[in-house]
């Protein structure tokens, strides 16, 4: 059974999305163009994630969560090359956050109404607080907590908080299986 409505899959100048295996896409949330979602990957209600002039790539076991917006940088004058968005596994993307052209790690928590700008880097095992702004072109460093406008680093993680990484993606994953068993009933 398909997990998605045509509405919310879409394709764009010919390219259709590309899904895993056991992939939730809530109707209500819409999915176009050069994406590609890894195995057990969830996207909430009202989310979108357009990849209309680059492309999008989502790992394994990643939630993208109620209204958040999934976006890139396209090739142009003043950026020749863009940015594509690239979002690795087991990443938990709070509500309403937006990412945009940049490349997220393994491992990382982006908080409630975050936003990640142009050519950031965030590598593996981080934290971005609820309402942090990460300006373009920033590098946050593994293993740290980032918060603020503009985000800077806070803290060191904690081994419970890196912990959580897992327990995270891992309850969204049990979440979606529950929502897709509830469509299939």
Same mark, same amino acid.
């Given at each position: 059974?398909?997990?998605?409505?045509?509405?919310?899959?879409?394709?764009?100048?010919?390219?259709?999305?590309?899904? *895993?295996? +056991? @992939?939730?896409?809530?109707?209500? =949330?819409? #999915?176009?163009?050069?994406?590609?979602?890894? $195995?057990? &990957?969830? %996207?909430?209600?009202?989310?979108?994630?357009?990849?209309?002039?680059?492309?999008?790539?989502?790992?394994?076991?990643?939630?993208?969560?109620?209204?958040?917006?999934?976006?890139?940088?396209?090739?142009?004058?003043?950026?020749?090359?863009?940015?594509?968005?690239?979002?690795?596994?087991?990443?938990?993307?709070?509500?309403?956050?937006?990412?945009?052209?940049?490349?997220? *790690?393994? +491992? @990382?928590?982006?908080?409630?109404? =975050?936003? #990640?700008?142009?050519?950031?880097?965030?590598? $593996?095992? &981080?934290? %971005?607080?609820?309402?942090?702004?990460?300006?373009?072109?920033?590098?946050?460093?593994?293993?740290?907590?980032?918060?603020?406008?503009?985000?800077?680093?806070?803290?060191?993680?904690?081994?419970?908080?890196?912990?959580?990484?897992?327990?995270?993606?891992?309850?969204?994953?049990?979440?979606?299986?529950?929502?897709?068993?509830?469509?299939?009933?």
């Amino acid at each position: 059974m398909k997990h998605y409505t045509e509405t919310s899959l879409r394709s764009f100048r010919g390219q259709r999305p590309v899904l *895993g295996e +056991r @992939v939730m896409i809530d109707p209500s =949330a819409v #999915v176009l163009g050069d994406v590609e979602l890894g $195995d057990d &990957v969830s %996207i909430w209600p009202q989310a979108a994630v357009r990849g209309d002039m680059h492309r999008i790539r989502v790992g394994a076991r990643t939630s993208v969560q109620d209204g958040c917006v999934l976006h890139i940088t396209h090739a142009g004058p003043y950026n020749p090359e863009g940015w594509p968005l690239l979002i690795g596994e087991d990443v938990t993307i709070g509500h309403n956050a937006t990412l945009h052209g940049c490349s997220i *790690g393994n +491992r @990382v928590l982006v908080g409630m109404a =975050a936003t #990640v700008m142009d050519g950031a880097v965030v590598e $593996d095992e &981080v934290v %971005i607080a609820a309402g942090a702004l990460v300006t373009p072109g920033k590098r946050l460093r593994s293993g740290y907590l980032y918060a603020g406008s503009p985000a800077r680093e806070v803290r060191a993680l904690s081994d419970a908080e890196r912990d959580y990484f897992c327990y995270s993606a891992n309850n969204y994953v049990q979440l979606k299986e529950q929502h897709l068993a509830e469509l299939e009933a």
